[in-house]
């Protein structure tokens, strides 16, 4: 049973950089043609889609967000991460990290973390 | 202002059968891409309903069923039962915006 887990900072001053980590057990990283994504959710709100990379490292990222996201892959921890850079206090949000699977016509998440809580504020 | 919507909430009395409803656009939906639905109780990881329109993962009762048509797709739960009481949400792709999922609907089980 694969299983993920997101940690990092869950304080963020506004204008520095979220880092969170999705560390992924019961199964290789690398292995199938999975990819790996970022969803987070506002309170009150729904959820959106931030980003995904494949374990090759391309990335495609949300074009609202694109600018201020980078998502890279670590293979030899299993593990990947999420940067989100000049953050406001709208970023505040439960961030998810899931695996991702492409059906040839969408992608959907059949796995997912738990979600960890990170608030902008200084 | 989510791409795809669904009603804020529904409600049912146990047993009876209640649908959800997403609606896209000629981009998602329309374009033919496909739609997954999410179950989601707070404080837990969201957990996968329904992938590729209509199939269950194993361990999802068949109480839960999908369907699709045009830009619209929904989501129907029979037999009612208090452990469904949670939001749902339907996914899908978009030409411009990659992935995209609808508002949420929050099912109250009476």
């Known amino acids: 049973q694969v299983q993920l887990q997101e940690s990092g900072p869950r304080l963020v001053k506004p204008s520095q950089t979220l880092s969170l980590t999705c560390t992924v057990s019961?199964?290789?990283?690398?292995?199938?043609?999975?990819?790996w994504s970022w969803i987070r959710q506002p309170a009150g709100k729904g959820l959106e889609w931030i980003g995904r990379?494949?374990?090759?490292?391309?990335?495609i990222y949300n074009p609202s967000l694109k600018s201020r996201v980078t998502i890279s892959i670590d293979t030899s921890k299993n593990q990947f991460s999420l940067k989100l850079s000049s953050v406001t206090a709208a970023d505040t949000a439960l961030y998810y990290c899931?695996?991702?699977?492409?059906?040839?016509?969408?992608?959907?998440?059949?796995?997912w973390g738990q979600g960890t809580l990170v608030t902008v504020s200084s | 202002q989510s791409v795809l919507t669904q009603p804020p909430s529904v409600s049912g009395a146990p047993g009876q059968r209640v649908t959800i409803s997403c609606t896209g656009s000629?981009?998602?939906?329309?374009?033919?891409?496909?739609v997954h639905w999410y179950q989601h109780l707070p404080g837990t990881a969201p957990k996968l309903l329904i992938y590729?329109?209509?199939n269950r993962p194993s361990g999802v009762p068949d109480r839960f069923s999908a369907s699709q048509s045009g830009t619209s797709a929904s989501l129907a739960i029979t037999g009612l039962q208090a452990e469904d009481e949670a939001d749902y949400y339907c996914?899908?792709?978009?030409?411009?915006?990659?992935?995209?999922f609808g508002g949420g609907t929050q099912l109250t089980v009476l």
């Open positions: 990379i494949y374990t090759s490292g391309s990335t």
């Open positions: 996914q899908s792709y978009d030409t411009s915006l990659s992935v995209v």
């Open positions: 000629s981009s998602n939906i329309g374009a033919g891409y496909d």
């Open positions: 019961g199964g290789s990283i690398s292995s199938g043609s999975y990819y």
């Open positions: 899931a695996r991702t699977r492409w059906t040839g016509g969408s992608f959907y998440f059949d796995y």
């Open positions: 590729v329109n209509t």
